[in-house]
Every structure is written in C-alpha cells, then in structure tokens.
C-alpha cells in the first residue's frame, strides 16, 4: 500500500532532523496521521 510506504519512508527521515525542531514535530505528527489512516483503511477493507 502506498501509505505503508510514504510511513516507512517518513520514520526513516525523522531520525535526521533535529530533536525539538518544527520539522521533527511536524513529521512526527505525519507519522502519526499516516498510521491512523493505514489503519482505518484495513478496517474499512475487512468490512467490505
């Protein structure tokens, strides 16, 4: 799935940035939404 991948690619990354920068937190928080939204997609895929 495309999500899995952009995550993937999205963990890697944040161990470069800066700790405490605008850039950690706002890809800390992208991890966060890509995983919420991988996970609402397998629910609603085991559903239909």
């Known amino acids: 799935m495309?999500?899995?991948s952009t995550?993937?690619?999205c963990e890697k990354?944040?161990?470069?940035?800066k700790d405490n920068s605008?850039?950690?937190t706002l890809m800390?928080?992208?991890i966060a939404a890509f995983r919420?939204?991988?996970e609402l997609i397998?629910?609603?895929l085991l559903i239909a």
């Open 2 to 4: 495309a999500i899995d």
């Open 7 to 9: 995550l993937s690619k």
């Open 13 to 17: 990354a944040v161990v470069k940035l």
């Open 22 to 24: 605008a850039q950690q």
């Open 28 to 30: 800390l928080r992208r």
């Open 36 to 38: 919420i939204s991988a």
């Open 42 to 44: 397998q629910k609603e």
